[in-house]
């Protein structure tokens, strides 16, 4: 899968839509889940998805893992346009 791939997947969209618009968090799949409207079993593998992809950062912990959005520069302008052509 490519960041265009993410793109044409709603949940993939959605989930890079709300990190993007919330650089600063961190966030569980729960958490995740709740703020797009989804169920937590659909945005598992998209998470992961998106932790391969160098969208997000997965912070792992024994008990659970949080996600974190991108510190690249050039991604996050990549995908400000991706957001723009797709809004």
Same mark, same amino acid.
């Given at each position: 899968?490519?960041?265009?791939? =993410? ?6 969209? !959605? ?9 600063? %968090?961190?966030?569980?799949?729960? #958490?995740?889940?709740?703020?797009? #409207? @989804? @169920?937590? =079993? !659909?945005?598992? !593998?998209?998470? @992961?998805? *998106? ?12 008990? &659970?893992? #949080?996600? %974190?959005? &991108?510190?690249? &520069? !050039? *991604? ?7 957001? =723009?052509?797709? =809004?």
């Amino acid at each position: 899968m490519d960041i265009n791939e =993410a793109f044409a997947s709603p949940i993939h969209r !959605k989930i890079i839509a709300f990190f993007h618009e919330n650089q600063a %968090s961190i966030d569980t799949p729960r #958490g995740v889940a709740t703020w797009i #409207g @989804e @169920e937590r =079993a !659909k945005v598992k !593998k998209p998470l @992961e998805d *998106l932790v391969a992809l160098k969208v997000l950062v997965a912070h792992r912990t024994t008990s &659970t893992t #949080g996600y %974190s959005y &991108t510190r690249d &520069t !050039k *991604l996050i302008s990549k995908i400000s346009k991706l957001l =723009a052509r797709s =809004a």
